[in-house]
């Protein structure tokens, strides 16, 4: 499955944001997705995950209650509304996908999702 990720720019702090991730190639609604970040300087993080029908959503806790990820399966398309946005949410957003299959490791890990997307960069001003 290819992923592309858009919907990022230059916001405020307080503003709104929802990136889109696009998946072609195969059966999207037979796959996991997963939001994850990158700062500058710092190690990829996990933002949060949506299982394959939309019915099981996870968060870090830095943006529970901010942001809300859901999936639309006749488009091929996971969303990532974030809400509230401050400047540590500054980051590139990767979107990343596993098979709906058991795994060892959870939503939370890299490890989990075999497919990325470019990236696409979310910078917050205060």
């Known amino acids: 499955v290819q992923l592309q990720a858009s919907g990022g720019g230059l916001v405020q702090a307080g503003d709104s944001l929802r990136l889109s991730c696009a998946a072609s190639?195969?059966?999207?609604?037979?796959?996991?997705m997963g939001w994850f970040r990158q700062a500058p300087g710092k190690e990829r993080e996990f933002v949060g995950g949506?299982?394959?029908?939309?019915?099981?959503?996870y968060y870090t806790n830095s943006v529970k209650g901010r942001f809300t990820i859901s999936r639309d399966n006749a488009k091929n398309t996971v969303y990532l509304e974030m809400n509230s946005l401050k400047p540590e949410d500054t980051a590139v957003y990767y979107c990343?996908?596993?098979?709906?299959?058991?795994?060892?490791?959870?939503?939370?890990?890299?490890?989990?999702?075999?497919?990325w997307g470019q990236g696409t960069l979310v910078t917050v001003s205060s």
């Open positions: 190639g195969r059966t999207f609604s037979s796959y996991d």
């Open positions: 990343a996908a596993s098979p709906n299959a058991p795994s060892s490791y959870g939503y939370a890990d890299r490890r989990r999702f075999n497919y």
């Open positions: 949506i299982n394959w029908n939309g019915d099981n959503t």
